[in-house]
């Protein structure tokens, strides 16, 4: 990550405006929990290419990292499913953002009509979406089937990190402490050290005077300022 951050900033050295360097820092940034410099790198990048609706999803997902749930819902809203990386990041980012702010039955209603279609038959990105939604709704039996679901995609699917995520918070809202801390741990080991995230997560609000899930996140706040440290000065 310190080199990718590098790289990019190198190449703004040779060229303010290259396409995509200030993309690339806001997606390192994001995924490091440095949020407010994510939003900062993709709002520069929108500055260089107005014009690319791409962008905006990067900070519809920023915005909504930051507990600015309406703002970010928004913005994800008002990309169309096509500017999206794939369409189940368009469903996964809208979904949540939608969960966030409390809609809960309109979040379900479109993960049920993406995994309707073929290409995204039992998505399990979407269906770790679906596994929070019915765990959030008190749906035990349902969420538990949707994490099942969900677990058995760990060999097949390059990002799992945002899958194990999704499924320890499914466990935190299902009260499930021990399971919700074990996948949560997994995400930030493969891929997804995002400390202010688990910390302010309204998902994981169960988990917050959990002994093991406080011992947890001081290790990750440490890892954080680690890594803030590293990649701000890269």
């Given amino acids: ?27 390192v940034f994001y995924h490091h929990g ?21 962008l905006h999803w990067l900070e519809g997902r920023t915005l909504c990292a930051l507990g600015k749930y309406s703002e970010g819902r928004a913005m994800l809203d008002s990309v169309p499913d096509e500017a999206f990386p794939h369409l189940r990041i368009a469903g996964y980012c809208k979904a949540l953002a939608c969960m966030y702010c409390g809609e809960h039955r309109k979040a379900e209603a479109l ?21 929070m939604l019915s765990a959030a709704a008190g749906r035990r039996q349902e969420a538990e089937e949707k994490i099942a679901a969900a677990k058995d ?5 390059i990002h799992f990190h945002h899958i194990s995520y999704n499924i320890g ?24 050290p995002c400390y202010p995230f688990l910390k302010n997560d309204p998902n994981l609000k169960a988990l917050e005077n959990d002994p093991t899930f406080l011992l947890f996140l001081d290790d990750q706040h440490k890892a954080y300022e680690a890594n803030r440290s590293s990649l701000l000065g890269a």
Avoid: C
């Fill in 1 to 27: 990550a310190q080199r990718d951050v590098a790289d990019q900033q190198f190449a703004l050295t040779l060229d303010p405006k290259v396409k995509s360097a200030h993309f690339q820092k806001a997606f």
């Fill in 34 to 54: 440095l949020f407010q410099e994510a939003l900062e790198e993709v709002r520069q990048e929108l500055k260089n290419f107005p014009t690319d609706q791409g």
């Fill in 111 to 131: 993960i049920d009509r993406l995994l309707n279609q073929r290409e995204l038959a039992e998505d399990p990105l979407l269906v770790s979406v679906q596994a």
């Fill in 153 to 157: 995609a760990e060999s097949r699917f």
């Fill in 169 to 192: 918070s499914a466990y935190a809202l299902l009260g499930k402490s021990a399971e919700a801390i074990k996948w949560l741990r997994k995400s930030m080991q493969d891929g997804n």
